[in-house]
């Protein structure tokens, strides 16, 4: 089950799909009800990761050209741009380079968007961090939109793609050769009730985009426009009565039923062109987000490293097993022993209670049976423990959210046992304590014992805030219910007084560095955790 927040004329509504088929939709209205609906809904429902698809009037988009250069010169133009034009919405800025002109100092095209008033988007947002919801990402509809040209082949030239997603607003976006060049969603007088008669309203409006187009000199006089109008079965009369071709403009009317056939979606009404649109945005693989802050989505990497790490697991348990295949045929010996002999002291029992009891030294080796018995449970037993265990309880302890976003690199897995021969093994001082390789003939208790390397990102020269991570994680690691003890091997900062300061960060390249000066600091960590009661 997949869902998608659709936000349109200000009014957000709520996809559920399963596979592709829509099986539901609600709408929430901008307003204090509204707000409050959807709280409840969020709260009531499954915390899985959703995307937002945006069909907003507010969105702007401009075409702009830049020298050619690449890397943090190309970032640091693209920044000063957007800051011209959008420095009240910085960080719902969005931009794409479209190429590389083709005269004169062959300069890049590149295409810059924003949403002018983010606080439309982020009154929602905050009722969805609220609710502890994973967003994956804020998408543009008209960025998305250029998915549909390959369906209804308009790949090439100049194309006009004309879209309705409720009764009040018509988006129009221009396309170059499948790029984006331009978008606006304008509002028309049509009755919620009568959308059939959507040719006399369009018409205009399409008109006047047609116009500013050309005037803009976005194409040459002699260009042909390729106008592609989604419509409903109410619509299609209307619409082809009304846009008929003519030496500057083709226009083609195409039924939103043949596209949902076409990709092989089902439940949707053809009314408007929503449905298909979030289909679309919740289905593109690959696709960025094109809006938001980072901090919008941190629940989101969260949720990602979970997944990952439980990825992880299952890979170390498929390495388990095969590590412990050649064990298997050797516990199932134990077990067929164990039940042999069971059955030969049972025997020697019952003779010695029926004939021999008299001759008690002379068969002294049933108790001796006794003892082997017990001796092959507690080889079975010991030798079960494997880092299967170790590795369950690591990534259930490791997957909580105060550890913060974390990686696993390595882990090196062992056993040992407490030698309960030496004097101060049972108490007092840890350091006293004396261990031995894990003997499977022992009574002794087994433990885990492994050393975790992985790293932490962490912020260039904050020496602080990378002493207070590894201490944290360390403080929740210890706190698990089996573990013994976690000891720091390496730290991403040495500060203890038995080491020298250092600072794992400071070896890292500067290509290692990104825009921000996060670094990724590594650590290693002695992992003592108790083995299960019960194996």
């Known amino acids: 089950m997949k869902r998608i927040f659709y936000f349109s004329g200000h009014r957000m509504t709520v996809f559920h799909w399963n596979r592709k088929t829509l099986t539901g939709a609600c709408s929430f209205e901008p307003n204090e009800e509204g707000y409050e609906k959807f709280k409840q809904y969020l709260e009531s429902s499954e915390k899985i990761s959703t995307c937002m698809l945006l069909d907003v009037i507010e969105e702007d988009f401009r075409k702009d050209v830049i020298p050619h250069v690449y890397g943090k010169d190309r970032e640091a133009v693209i920044s000063r741009l957007l800051d011209r034009h959008y420095r009240s919405s910085m960080q719902y800025t969005y931009s794409e380079i479209q190429g590389r002109q083709k005269h004169g100092r062959k300069d890049d095209d590149v295409l810059l968007a924003a949403i002018t008033n983010p606080e439309l988007v982020r009154s929602w947002v905050r009722i969805i961090e609220a609710c502890e919801v994973p967003l994956s990402g804020i998408l543009s509809l008209p960025l998305v939109s250029k998915a549909v040209l390959p369906l209804i082949g308009a790949k090439k030239g100049y194309v006009l793609l004309v879209s309705q997603q409720v009764n009040s607003n018509l988006r129009q976006t221009f396309f170059k050769d499948g790029k984006v060049v331009s978008s606006r969603q304008s509002v028309i007088n049509q009755d919620a009730g009568n959308i059939g008669n959507i040719g006399k309203h369009a018409r205009p409006e399409i008109d006047r985009t047609i116009t500013f187009i050309r005037n803009q000199y976005q194409l040459e006089d002699s260009d042909v426009v390729s106008v592609h109008i989604l419509g409903s079965e109410t619509q299609i009369d209307s619409l082809e009565s009304t846009f008929l071709s003519d030496l500057s403009n083709n226009y083609h009317v195409h039924r939103i039923n043949d596209l949902h056939k076409k990709i092989g979606i089902k439940g949707l009404p053809d009314r408007f062109a929503d449905g298909l649109f979030s289909w679309i945005a919740l289905n593109k693989s690959g696709m960025k987000s094109h809006y938001g802050r980072k901090e919008e989505f ?150 885990h014992v492994a050393v975790v390397t992985g790293r932490i990102p962490v912020t260039y020269n904050n020496y602080r805030d990378t002493v207070n991570r590894i201490n944290n994680i360390i403080d929740t690691l210890s706190d698990g219910e089996r573990v013994e003890n976690v000891s720091a091997i390496n730290l991403p900062v040495e500060v203890r007084p038995e080491k020298k300061f250092a600072s794992e960060s400071s070896s890292l390249s500067d290509r290692e560095k990104d825009k921000q000066g996060i670094r990724s600091g590594q650590f290693s960590l002695k992992v003592v955790m108790k083995a299960p009661e019960h194996v």
């Not at 050649?326 to 134990?334: A, C, K, L, Q, T």
């Not at 017990?374 to 690591?394: C, H, R, W, Y």
């Not at 407490?418 to 004396?434: F, H, M, V, Y």
Request: net charge negative; charged share 20%.
């Open 298 to 447: 941190v629940r989101f990497y969260y949720a990602l490293a979970s997944n990952a790490l439980y990825a992880f697991s299952v890979i170390v348990i498929l390495a388990s097993l095969i590590m412990i295949e050649s064990n298997v045929s050797e516990g199932i010996s134990f077990k067929q022993s164990t039940s042999l002999l069971h059955e030969r002291t049972n025997e020697f029992r019952r003779v010695y209670s029926e004939k021999y009891q008299a001759y008690e030294e002379l068969f002294s080796n049933a108790k001796l049976m006794d003892m082997a018995v017990g001796m092959v449970d507690q080889i079975e037993k010991n030798s079960q423990v494997t880092p299967l265990d170790f590795m369950l309880a690591l990534s259930k302890l490791v997957s909580k959210p105060e550890i913060g976003r974390i990686y696993i690199d390595k882990i090196e897995w062992s056993t040992r046992q407490l030698d309960k021969n030496k004097p101060g093994s049972s108490g007092g001082n840890p350091a006293d304590i004396e261990y031995l390789p894990t003997n499977v003939t022992s009574s002794s208790e087994v433990q």
